[in-house]
């Protein structure tokens, strides 16, 4: 539940593809709704589709990001014949009910062990998967595949969008299904990319790829070196798979 701001151009997207960004309810330029409950993903569904009507299009190539991904499936699910293609990016997996163990994330978390941050940051990663830490601030670097400057400020940043109420509400009880949402995207015939960083301590690439296996035609896109914003990692080689993948629809 943050603003879209964050997405940017997506490293350079906009070159190959209009893109209409849309900062959820309670975020950015869009209002505060009086009803708070009504953040919940599944209630979103419906802002989704009030834009799509109101650009005045039949169709339209549906990208989401981490949470995000949850109301893109959610979407597709419930208005498949609206959506052209689907792009998933580092996909978080609540909504398809997709669990990752905390050994899959420490295991992956192992890979950055040569980084001068790893010892505060796996330590704290451990306290936290054995339920006796909170420390996430230490374990940061871990979504990155450079803790440099610029991830530094994406994460400062991070405090500014974010509407906390709106993020408490967002997967509240009764928001997924994930057998039926598993049943409906099992039947989605329009072609599907997931992209999953080859670091993303998010978005392990187990997860990314059982994900892409619950739909009949996806594909997999893992990005080396990448952590939770591919498109910050490696602009060029994000979106040189991702507009690869438009082209085929064109």
């Known amino acids: 539940m943050s603003d879209s701001s964050y997405l940017g151009e997506l490293g350079g997207l906009s070159a190959y593809r209009r893109l209409v960004m849309l900062d959820p309810r309670g975020t950015g330029a869009s209002a505060i709704p009086e009803d708070a409950s009504s953040y919940r ?3 979103l569904v419906d802002d989704v589709e009030a ?3 109101h650009l005045g299009l039949d169709r339209v190539d549906l990208l989401g990001h981490s949470a995000g991904v949850n109301l893109a499936v959610l979407y597709a699910a419930r208005h498949p014949e609206r959506v052209g ?3 998933l990016i580092c996909p978080s997996t609540t909504a398809v009910g997709i669990a990752t163990s905390g050994e899959a994330r420490l295991e992956l978390a192992r890979r950055r062990e040569g980084e001068p ?3 505060r940051a796996y330590a704290a990663l451990e306290a936290i998967l054995s339920g006796t830490g909170t420390d996430w601030e230490a374990v940061e670097p871990f979504r990155h595949g ?3 400057a610029a991830a530094q400020a994406l994460h400062a940043d991070e405090e500014r969008r974010r509407n906390d109420e709106a993020a408490a509400v967002f997967a ?3 928001a997924f299904d ?3 949402t598993r049943g409906a995207l099992a039947a989605f015939e329009a072609p599907v990319l997931v992209v999953a960083g080859e670091l993303d301590m998010n978005t392990v690439p187990a997860a990314a ?3 892409a296996g619950l739909f009949p035609d996806a594909e997999l896109v893992l990005q080396p070196g990448a952590g939770h914003f591919p498109w910050r990692d490696d602009a060029g080689r994000f979106v040189e798979a991702v507009a690869a993948w438009l082209r085929q629809g064109e």
């Open 172 to 174: 509240a009880e009764g």
């Open 41 to 43: 993903c599944d209630r």
């Open 51 to 53: 834009l799509r009507e």
């Open 178 to 180: 994930p057998e039926a």
């Open 85 to 87: 293609r689907l792009a």
């Open 146 to 148: 450079r803790w440099d």
């Open 209 to 211: 790829t059982e994900f």
């Open 117 to 119: 941050w790893y010892p």
